[in-house]
């Protein structure tokens, strides 16, 4: 069985996925990764899953624009030069 | 995206893949080979190493020695792991490796002879290890480029480990000095052959894949711009009296002499055959704990 | 109450012989780099064989200026280490039948060390690992042929690694009936060798040379 290996490398960060070892149940598997991942205190927890029991998700349609609600869908630099120009000046809008 | 040539032009762009993407044939294939060459060459690695482990001559170093061979192993399970994924059984791995069919870097076929012979490996054969490691970090193939990460991590005692050991011997007897030059004087041929003969880089498919990001005579002029002046400051001799570094920066040594690497690799080393026949014993021996680990 | 001569050095005896304990049983475990059943138990070995060099390191420090001097340049015949842990054992089945009764008979040797070596809790610490890996395996083992015919054949030398006062606690634990112990002070047939293979190199350089 093989057992995907998350760790957590210090207090506040997250989980990140490690590697994997094949061992019979999660006793061996903590055993082995245990040592695998954390004889040099580089690991202050792991979690391990079985690679079956992860569910895969890497595809997404993107076929509209969306862009509305991204960051990258907003370009304010031409308006900001143009307000910033008119402060001081005479033309003002009433 | 199944189109190989669109394929070529990402990775040699820059473009990584994963294990569940598509890949062309020949680069499955060629990145499976090496991939299992490395994780053969970590398994026997270990071998002669391990019985100075049994002989090392004060506490920290046996614990220290004990933990490298420990990271090659810990390294062999990593990069088998990576190959398994790529669809290639752990048992098929080893019963390649034990008929010959598959090979492993030509320094592990060589016998260690004294405890010189233990500071040279970790001091310089590590060295030029890491080297051919650190051009795989931006491997095409993402799994392996990212074990490489925590490999070339751990690597980084090893080196240290091994010029402790060198320092230590150089700084006390004159036998034990003598005991380093003669080490090193038997390892050199070898180390100058590590990184394999030169090819020009548009016939190297390991470039062309992006699998690795350097070529040999690159990786072997980067080994000696490193470590040549380092073995020199220690008052030890490099045994090549060719062995220059030119006007253009560009280092000129002695052919080495690849007709041994050839002979070496394709199983034919001093110690290839008794090595892997040790393996070999072991697997079988072993068999039934396997065994009883599956049964439920 | 001050410790009368006699029993202080049995008592530094004791400490003795659990550092040699840990060092032999250190230095066979350390043989099995690179050569375990699976590549994934060869690590978690290795370190197993690490921590028992590292507590025999820490006895030593109590017993002595110089550890490595008490690890490497004594006779064999002044070493203190149960027969259990000099045992040449080639094959998974033994060392880990070994490796198991080992860790349940050093339990109750340290527990009972609680009171009078501060050093004994934290080696329990460790030795907690030790024990969850050596009954994993055992659980694993215990209903097939070669594990149990190595339990068989190393039980009386199991029995040996405790004073006689500790056995039945040790055969409570086993689920085995107290027999005639192999006990500490004739050597095995193979420590000789361990000891000449141990020190070649240290003997190569004069005494105090650096490594």
């Not at chain 1, 903590?30 to 979690?47: D, I």
């Not at chain 2, 080490?183 to 548009?202: C, E, K, V």
């Not at chain 3, 045992?87 to 860790?103: F, G, K, N, P, V």
Request: hydrophobic share 40%; charged share 30%; aromatic share 10%.
């Amino acid at each position: 069985m093989i057992w995907e290996v998350f760790r957590r490398g210090r207090a506040g960060a997250a989980f990140e996925h490690s590697g994997s070892v094949e061992a019979p149940d999660a006793e061996f598997a903590e055993a082995w990764a245990r040592e695998q991942y954390g004889r040099r205190g580089e690991s202050v927890a792991l979690w391990l899953v079985p690679r079956d029991a992860v569910h895969v998700v890497d595809d997404w349609a993107d076929e509209f624009d969306l862009k509305y609600r991204r960051v990258d869908g907003y370009s304010i630099k031409a308006r900001l030069k143009e307000a910033r120009s008119r402060v001081g000046s005479t033309e003002r809008r009433s | 995206m199944r189109d190989e040539q669109a394929f070529i032009e990402y990775v040699q762009g820059g473009g990584q893949v994963e294990a569940g993407d598509w890949m062309p044939d020949d680069y499955r294939a060629k990145l499976l080979k090496f991939v299992e060459m490395h994780a053969n060459s970590e398994l026997m690695g270990v071998l002669p190493e391990r019985e100075w482990i049994l002989r090392a001559p004060t506490l920290q170093r046996k614990l220290a020695l004990t933990a490298k061979v420990q990271d090659e192993v810990g390294h062999a399970q990593l990069i088998y792991r990576v190959a398994e994924d790529l669809g290639k059984p752990r048992d098929a791995m080893f019963a390649d490796l034990i008929s010959g069919k598959a090979k492993f870097h030509n320094v592990f076929h060589y016998p260690t002879k004294t405890w010189g012979d233990v500071g040279v490996i970790a001091w310089l054969v590590d060295a030029a290890a890491i080297i051919s490691q650190k051009a795989l970090l931006k491997c095409s193939y993402a799994p392996y480029a990212r074990i490489m990460k925590k490999i070339c991590w751990e690597e980084s005692f090893h080196i240290l480990h091994g010029r402790d050991v060198i320092l230590a011997m150089v700084t006390g007897t004159p036998q034990q000095f003598e005991l380093v030059q003669e080490a090193l004087n038997r390892w050199w041929g070898p180390l100058m052959q590590f990184h394999g003969n030169p090819i020009p880089r548009d016939e190297d498919p390991m470039w062309f894949w992006r699998i690795k990001s350097q070529g040999n005579e690159e990786a072997r002029q980067q080994f000696l711009d490193g470590y040549v002046p380092q073995i020199l400051e220690l008052g030890l001799e490099v045994p090549d009296p060719k062995l220059r570094k030119n006007e253009e920066g560009v280092w000129e040594y002695s052919e080495p002499d690849w007709a041994e690497l050839k002979h070496v690799v394709t199983g034919h080393g001093p110690r290839t055959a008794e090595r892997l026949a040790f393996r070999a014993r072991f697997l079988e021996q072993e068999q039934w704990v396997r065994d009883a680990l599956v049964a439920a | 109450m001050a410790a009368s001569p006699t029993r202080q050095r049995r008592y530094e005896l004791e400490l003795l012989g659990l550092a040699d304990d840990e060092l032999i049983v250190g230095w066979r475990d350390s043989e099995w780099t690179g050569i375990a059943p699976m590549l994934e138990e060869d690590v978690a070995f290795s370190s197993i064989a690490q921590n028992e060099i590292g507590h025999a390191r820490a006895v030593y420090e109590l017993l002595g200026d110089d550890a490595d001097a008490l690890a490497f340049d004594r006779r064999p015949e002044e070493y203190r280490c149960a027969p259990l842990v000099q045992l040449h054992l080639l094959d998974w089945a033994h060392t880990i039948a070994r490796r198991w009764l080992y860790e349940v008979a050093d339990e109750i040797r340290i527990s009972a060390l609680r009171e009078t070596l501060p050093l004994a809790a934290k080696i329990d610490r460790e030795e907690q690992y030790h024990r969850m890996h050596a009954e994993m395996w055992h659980e694993r083992l215990r209903d097939t042929a070669p594990f149990r015919a190595a339990v068989e054949e190393l039980w009386p030398y199991a029995l040996g690694v405790l004073p006689a006062e500790q056995r039945n606690a040790l055969a409570a634990r086993i689920g085995r009936p107290v027999v005639d112990a192999v006990e500490r002070g004739e050597h095995v047939d193979g420590f000789t060798g361990l000891w000449e293979e141990m020190t070649t190199v240290r003997r190569s350089a004069p005494a105090g040379a650096q490594w």
